[in-house]
T-cell receptor, first 114, second 117 residues
């Protein structure tokens, strides 16, 4: 299995809703990432988990809450989002804490906040 | 900090034309360099990589050589196809960012390629 699987593929939520994005990999990778990508822009790093511990938080608002229940799973909990949070949310994984091997990306969750 | 500059395009070519997308970088240390491709509505796929100077990464007819003297990693393909239409991102590993014991990839702004039949 050489994939990163993200669910759901599409999500529409209201500003008062609570929802979660899920990411799963079975490659034995020990680092996992959440990125946000707006249209026609490069991905922007949000969070890094290394060996199931939060390693980097790029000053992301608290309405985004990451969770890494085990080495294969990564969640992103969403609460009280704003319309400007609408974007493609990408999960990625890599073999370890070093970026030298590159990342494997999932197909993303396209989020629309109404 | 480390950064990547790539031609923003868009780039429009006819099928079988030669492709070059320029990428230059600024980095301390010895980063690894990558090209990622993003097809419409999809995530990013690793296209090729090079981990040290003079390495050539290649995949699916695409090539890029890690040039330390010119701090460049230009993407080339001899004959593009309609199916190559996508956005291409140059990236490097930010070895200077070892916060919390982790590194990150730094991406360029992306270059949209359209290949017409």
């Amino acid at each position: 299995d050489t994939e990163v699987t993200q669910t759901p593929k599409h999500l529409v939520m209201g500003m008062t809703n609570k929802k979660s994005l899920k990411c799963e990999q079975h490659m034995g990778h020990r680092a996992m990432y959440w990125y946000k990508q707006k249209a026609k822009k490069p991905p922007e790093l949000m969070f890094v988990y290394s060996y199931e511990k939060l390693s980097i938080n790029e000053s992301v608002p608290s309405r985004f809450s990451p969770e890494c229940p085990n080495s294969s799973l990564l969640n992103l909990h969403l609460h009280a989002l704003q319309p400007e949070d609408s974007a493609l949310y990408l999960c990625a994984s890599s073999q370890s804490w070093t970026a030298n091997y590159g990342y494997t990306f999932g197909s993303g969750t396209r989020l629309t906040v109404v | 900090g480390n950064s990547v500059t790539q031609m923003e395009g868009p780039v429009t070519l006819s099928e079988e034309a030669f492709l070059t997308i320029n990428c230059t970088y600024t980095a301390t240390g010895y980063p690894s360099l990558f090209w990622y491709v993003q097809y419409p509505g999809e995530g990013l796929q690793l296209l090729l990589k090079a981990t040290k100077a003079d390495d050539k990464g290649s995949n699916k007819g695409f090539e890029a050589t890690y040039r330390k003297e010119t701090t460049s990693f230009h993407l080339e393909k001899g004959s593009v196809q309609v199916s190559d239409s996508a956005v291409y991102f140059c990236a490097l590993s930010d070895q200077g960012r070892a916060q919390g014991g982790s590194e990150k990839l730094v991406f360029g702004k992306g270059t949209k390629l359209t290949v017409n039949p």
